[in-house]
């Protein structure tokens, strides 16, 4: 009965990760399953092998081999890992969790697909990477190595990728390079991802290319109208002039000159 009471003690906490910041105060029903189950009083560790499954409310999490110490309140599962809940679904090689820290690390081939509102209104966002550092009750997390981000028909890349989820928004940092279909694309050095309006902002040494199809201009054509002629290129060399007939003028007498002829 003592070593039952651990078993449950130590695996209801475990459960805290995989619902990513759910309200600790609402009292859930938690079910787990193994091939094996055992506990080490020495070590004070708790360990569940083989085909390791947990649940609790909507949320489920699995993996091969599952260790938790009551001591360090610390966890570790291995093996390949699968966390489930609501709205989120992430999954790695294997995954730590430090309880007094409320932070987990999941590392290796990384992927986590996060769907907003009723799961039917929005794309879903897909993050890849080779590890993301998660704090729950912060709801903020940290992915590193190769960070790769997919929302419909925009994808980007980056070194670094903060998230906020409280925010709805995505830091990329270093390397950034943003796409839309298949012409549209930018890239700069840091980047403001907002994933429930699906807009970027970008500063830092921003370089952005964009491709108006045939279609697109002819449309843009309809709607302003017809553009204005061109001004004429300038003149090289001053026109020539019309000039007007001169006037024959009437003689204006001069007495002073007759008067030295004589």
């Avoid at 039952?4 to 105060?25: C, D, R, V, Y």
């Amino acid at each position: 009965m003592h070593k039952t009471l651990l078993l449950i003690i130590g695996f209801a906490l475990l459960m805290s990760l995989p619902t990513w910041a759910q309200n600790k105060e609402k009292p859930r029903d938690i079910q787990f399953q193994s091939d094996s189950a055992d506990y080490d009083e020495t070590s004070s560790k708790v360990r569940l092998v083989g085909n390791v499954v947990i649940t609790s409310d909507g949320a489920k999490l699995t993996a091969p081999y599952a260790e938790y110490d009551t001591e360090k309140e610390f966890a570790q599962f291995l093996g390949g890992v699968k966390m489930v809940g609501e709205q989120s679904t992430a999954t790695g090689k294997e995954m730590r969790v430090w309880y007094a820290e409320t932070r987990a690390q999941l590392d290796g081939n990384v992927r986590l697909i996060s769907q907003q509102g009723d799961g039917d209104s929005k794309d879903p966002t897909v993050v890849l990477a080779e590890t993301l550092d998660y704090n729950w009750e912060k709801e903020e997390g940290v992915a590193t190595g190769g960070v790769k981000m997919r929302q419909g028909v925009k994808r980007a890349y980056a070194d670094r990728a903060e998230i906020y989820q409280k925010r709805n928004e995505i830091l990329l940092i270093g390397n950034v390079r943003v796409e839309q279909g298949d012409g549209d694309w930018l890239t700069a050095q840091r980047a403001i991802y907002d994933t429930e309006k699906q807009t970027v902002r970008a500063e830092g040494g921003v370089v952005a290319k964009t491709r108006l199809e045939q279609g697109q201009k002819d449309e843009t054509e309809e709607q302003t109208g017809p553009a204005r002629a061109s001004l004429p290129e300038p003149l090289l060399e001053e026109p020539p002039y019309e000039f007007l007939p001169m006037r024959r003028l009437p003689s204006i007498p001069l007495p002073w000159l007759d008067e030295e002829d004589e």
